[in-house]
């Protein structure tokens, strides 16, 4: 007799076990069902996030930066060291250390919850059964009331620049090399091309970025990419803007790279060449042909608002679905399935997701950029501050960067928080909540905020909105 759950999910990345948990809190049977198998062979729960993507990428950020202060800043803080010197295997052995506990949380967190995690591949079929097959053993049908596809997404790959996983790779490979490589190519200027990017210039790579788009960071705010830009200049990031590569060519341990700019066809060589232009969302081998789940023209499982796809009670949530490729997203989407599956009222707010990337400075930001208010018509007002006037950020020694608010001038509504500075990724929550609790710009001006903080800068740029900034000339 074939088993059966009120909920199977296929795919343990942030959607699909955050999915899964909620369901079983619910009082639902639940299954949850991985494939995902690590480079040394071990398979484990989380997804992209906490094995190739989020966790270890912010492991790799952290160490390379305390690296990069301890050659670069301690000096100026007084610190004399000896010779810096670098262990590229102990900071891998620290990365795969924390992933290792996470995603082992994960199977600890199941059980606590009674969520029966399943290794193997899920397969829908029709009438809400899935085909699961373990890592070890024969197919077996499971029988559900509902579904849950959390499949994600993996990288793109691009025809002219095949992933051989030696000289040309793809951001897991680039979190995982055992040394620093000489001169390493980006192709990308997105969010994972800049992170991958810094870490690897911080630990001595000459890092060269080729975007295709003429604008920098062009889904962030013109004032906070421009303060970006600026910095990665300084730290030696070299991004070349308008430059559309066509071609690779790998010889001798050596990747050439052609691209296009605005002064023709041009070659550069590297060692590595890390292809970063973005990620599809992954269906492959997920649904029988006569499931009846429908994708879109890019991929992607079509759903609606909820995340219900065409077929009653199976949802789709995370990067399969449409919308931004970001963890959080796709965990809010997971615990709103869950809350409608067990028949409650829910919703996920995607005018409130912030975005960070988690550079230094970090840059963050949630609800509108200028450019968008301006475009929609409606009247606004501006406030920013800048870190370079803020004791905390100085005592830190990073005063780069700036807090900006968006509002509206007929009602105050705030309308977007965008920042690039230290700790942008963490300064963003009180905006989120701001913005997800429709507060005012006077509502922030008047909640106090402890002394130094950093959030005294998100503080001020609300006051500065209304020419009310305490401790920076308003203009
Ligand atoms: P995934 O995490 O991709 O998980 C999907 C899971 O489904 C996988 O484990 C896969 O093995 C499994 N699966 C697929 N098909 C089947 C099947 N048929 N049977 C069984 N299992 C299956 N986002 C952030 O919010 N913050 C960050 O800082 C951040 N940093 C990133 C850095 C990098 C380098 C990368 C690559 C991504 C980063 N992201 C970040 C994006 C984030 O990782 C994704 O948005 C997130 O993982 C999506 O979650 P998901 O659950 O939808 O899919
Ligand atoms: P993201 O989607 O944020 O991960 O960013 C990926 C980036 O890669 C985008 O900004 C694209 O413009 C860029 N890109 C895609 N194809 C190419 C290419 N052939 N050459 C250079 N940049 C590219």
Redesign the pocket.
Known sequence: MSRSFDVVV?????????AAIRAAQHGMTVAC?????NFDGSY???????????????AMLESSELYHRATHEFKKHGIVTGEVSLDVAAMQKRRAGIVRQLTGGIGGLFKANKVEGLV????LLAGKKVEFTPVDGDPEILEAKNVVL??????IELPFAKFDREHII???D??ELDAVPERLGIIGAG??GL??GSVWARLGSTVTVLEAMDDFLAMADRDIANVAAKDFKKQGLDIHLGAKVSATNVDNGTVTVTYTDKAGEKTLEFDKLVV?VG?RS?????LAEDSGIALDERGRIIVDEECHTHVSGVYA????VRG????????EE?VMVADLIAGEIAEVNYDVVPS?I?TAPEIAWVGKTEAEVKASGRPYKTGSFPFAASGRAKAMEQTSGMVKVISAADDDEMLGVHIVGPMAGELISEAVLALEFSASTEDLQRTIHAHPSLAEAVHEAALAADKKALNYINR
């Not at 931004?324 to 965990?331: D, E, I, N, Q, Y």
Request: aromatic content about 8%; charged content about 15%; proline content about 4%.
């Open positions: 296929i795919g343990a990345g942030p959607a699909g076990y955050i069902i991985d494939k995902w198998q484990a729960f989380g997804g992209t996030c906490l094995n190739a993507g989020c966790i270890p990428s912010k193997g591949h899920g397969k959390a499949s994600g997404s993996v990288p793809d951001s897991w680039a979190l969010v994972i992170e991958l970063a990620r992954f269906t492959d081998g997920l949530v995370g990067d399969c931004v490729m970001l963890a959080h997203k796709g965990s997971g960070v988690y």
